[in-house]
């Protein structure tokens, strides 16, 4: 009998029976079969510590015989209280206060909200929309889909139902890019604050890598300009740091690589290790103060039930701990060298005919095709291979567990370079 479980970005129609797993341990999960495969994208890249992870399956064990879980309408608790206080140590300067939820998603939801109501209460209250970019990502609800890719982002079905928002185009200088190239972007966004700064609330991007849209990579002079931009059109900085945040791009937060603080930053994913669904929308002085009155209009209405979980709160402190005093910035480091040499400073593979490009930042590598027929069949190549790859439209990419060996991550990039190189030609 089929399982009544219903896939995410399924072709029901065509998809085969989804393998089992029973368990997993470092950067390897287990199949019902016994088969062990070794995980190049950490289950959408939040797994960071891989699977297995005794300190932390041990702090949810502790936590459990605590408290499994409480609202946090009117009431606090321990985790909660002192995860923020982390989470305000080791975010860019400026970002100190820390707004609970459930998953990435609905941290944005919180962030445009919060940046909408802020406008309202600074006395802007025509500032009503959204500036986003293409190729963005920001999640699958409603209000998330809305600020995504309009063309790419997989929810054009759903024009009508979403509120429109402005969108400047996705920048195009590379991560190392001069200034002049910069520029030529800067100027893009600048084009559409100078038309509709009335009526935006604030722009939202992921800094550096944008990451479900396609992996497009930009350069840290994009995010102190932008930064300047907002401030000249008063308008916010939202960081959708879900994908970026814990060390994705080589250091802790992608805002690290400019000396950027966004006005709201939002947290997911990493956060609590993958190992429970949590996130953190933080925002700074100036965002929270103007909810401080006596109108009825400032009291922030929004309040997930399971918000500030002490099970997610206990297993993000671990996951913390863990990443700093087990020097996880130096393993990334080895990791970002050894994907530049395998991939990036590969001659057969950029200059294999299906191959538009190959990127890499921090622990991520990405090898774009120019169509996603190249890639048809990836996944199971690599299976048969004892690796886990699922590729994004026509972008073939790793964002590995952060513990993953030199030896692992070079059976990732061999099994990458392999579908090209070694497929006689088929591709
Ligand atoms: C995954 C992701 C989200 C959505 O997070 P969910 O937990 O899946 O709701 C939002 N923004 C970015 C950048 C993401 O990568």
């Not at 863990?322 to 530049?340: A, P, S």
């Amino acid at each position: 009998m089929t399982s009544p479980v219903w896939h995410p970005y399924a072709d029901l129609k065509h998809q085969s029976p989804a393998p089992k797993v029973v368990g997993g341990d470092g950067a390897h999960f287990v199949l019902e079969s016994g088969e062990r495969l070794l995980d190049a994208t950490c289950s959408w890249w939040c797994m960071i510590h891989g699977y297995g992870n005794p300190r932390l399956v041990a702090a949810i064990r502790e936590q459990a015989g605590e408290l499994c879980h409480v609202m946090l309408g009117g009431l606090t608790h321990e985790p909660a209280d002192r995860l923020a206080r982390e989470l305000v140590r080791i975010t860019p300067t400026g970002l100190d206060h820390v707004f609970y939820s459930d998953s990435g998603s609905v941290g944005m939801e919180v962030a445009m909200k919060m940046a909408l109501q802020y406008q309202v209460l600074t006395g802007n209250p025509g500032k009503r929309r959204m500036l986003s970019l293409m190729k963005a990502y920001h999640g699958d609800t409603t209000g998330c889909m809305a600020v995504c890719d309009p063309e790419e982002g997989m929810h054009g079905l759903f024009t009508g139902l979403l509120p429109r928002h402005y969108f400047a185009p996705a920048p195009t200088a590379p991560y190392d890019a001069t200034p002049e190239q910069v520029e030529h972007d800067l100027s893009a966004l600048r084009e559409v604050l100078e038309r509709h700064h009335d009526e935006i609330a604030a722009l939202l991007m992921e800094p550096l890598l944008q990451a479900a849209g396609g992996l497009n990579m930009t350069s840290p002079d994009y995010l102190r300009g932008a930064r300047a931009l907002c401030d000249e059109f008063g308008v916010l900085l939202i960081f959708d740091e879900v994908a970026t945040g814990f060390g994705r791009t080589g250091k802790l937060f992608a805002a690290d690589h400019a000396d950027v603080t966004p006005d709201i930053m939002v947290l997911s994913k990493g956060l609590t290790g993958g190992y429970l669904g949590h996130a953190a929308t933080l925002a700074t002085n100036r965002v929270h103060d103007a909810f401080i009155g006596d109108s009825e209009h400032h009291a922030f209405m929004h309040g997930p039930t399971f918000m500030g979980n002490p099970l997610a709160c206990r297993v993000a402190l671990e996951s913390l701990r863990v990443f700093e005093e087990e020097d996880y910035l130096g393993k990334i480091t080895t990791l970002n060298q050894l994907l530049r040499r395998e991939l990036l400073e590969d001659p057969a593979l950029n200059a294999h005919p299906a191959v538009a490009d190959v990127r890499v930042l921090g622990a991520t590598a990405v090898i774009e095709t120019h169509s996603a027929e190249a890639l048809k069949g990836v996944a199971g190549f690599a299976r048969e291979r004892g690796v886990w790859l699922r590729p994004i439209g026509r972008w073939l990419y790793t964002m590995p567990a952060y513990i993953t060996s030199e030896t692992e991550m070079v059976q990732v990039t061999d099994v990458m370079k392999a579908w090209f190189l070694e497929s006689s030609g088929q591709h």
